[in-house]
T-cell receptor, first 115, second 112 residues
Framework: EAQVTQNPRYLITVTGKKLTVTCSQNMNHEYMSWYRQDPGLGLRQIYYSMNVEVTDKGDVPEGYKVSRKEKRNFPLILESPSPNQTSLYFC??????????????FGPGTRLTVT | SQKIEQNSEALNIQEGKTATLTCNYTNYSPAYLQWYRQDPGRGPVFLLLIRENEKEKRKERLKVTFDTTLKQSLFHITASQPADSATYLCAFRGDSSYKLIFGSGTRLLVRP
């Protein structure tokens, strides 16, 4: 089954404690992205990756890091989480080819609370 | 900057009626628009893509139009059902090939 997986699904942490949210896709997609979703603000892109070892900033990259060492994985790293990073996070993957180019396949989401 | 706007007010309609959702964009001319459905606490699910040279696209009870003059896309659900209740998001690819810009979504509630 084609899917994007994220772990953990729920996480409560404290300010300053480094954390990593993993993301993996099994569709051999070139592109992967991280979004955060906040009430009234919609989905905002944090970082995206066009392929292995190629990443770029989205609209809200401050406080986040990413890496793309393998095509299937795109972890999101919060080096020193702060309460304003409390949000619902989604990973997504897509491909430029096919009938619906750049159709985003989203993961189930990770709800992060930073206290 | 490129902006995409959806009606933030929820749309409340009776089962069987046609729901029409609006997506307006400014400061850009996207090559295509996408529509997604999102249920509470879950990731968005892709529904339809319409290109700038297509006036209309249909998929079962769904219909999307794209008016590049008005800078607007309309999303219709005919014969709506309570199961159609969800938030619907529109999105377009920005000036970077890899960046997708989303609207904040419109919540649809279909009453039985």
């Amino acid at each position: 089954e084609a899917q994007v997986t994220q772990n953990p699904r729920y996480l409560i942490t404290v300010t300053g404690k480094k954390l990593t949210v993993t993301c993996s896709q099994n569709m051999n997609h070139e592109y992967m992205s991280w979004y955060r979703q906040d009430p009234g603000l919609g989905l905002r892109q944090i970082y995206y990756s066009m392929n292995v070892e190629v990443t770029d900033k989205g609209d809200v990259p401050e406080g986040y890091k990413v890496s793309r060492k393998e095509k299937r994985n795109f972890p999101l790293i919060l080096e020193s989480p702060s309460p304003n990073q409390t949000s619902l996070y989604f990973c997504a993957s897509s491909s430029p080819s096919g009938r619906s180019p750049y159709e985003q396949y989203f993961g189930p989401g990770t709800r992060l609370t930073v206290t | 900057s490129q902006k995409i706007e959806q009606n933030s007010e929820a749309l409340n309609i009776q089962e069987g009626k046609t729901a029409t959702l609006t997506c307006n964009y400014t400061n850009y001319s996207p090559a295509y628009l996408q529509w997604y459905r999102q249920d509470p606490g879950r990731g968005p699910v892709f529904l339809l893509l319409i290109r700038e040279n297509e006036k209309e696209k249909r998929k079962e009870r769904l219909k999307v139009t794209f008016d590049t003059t008005l800078k607007q896309s309309l999303f219709h659900i005919t014969a709506s059902q309570p199961a159609d209740s969800a938030t619907y998001l529109c999105a377009f690819r920005g000036d970077s090939s890899y960046k997708l810009i989303f609207g904040s979504g419109t919540r649809l509630l279909v009453r039985p």
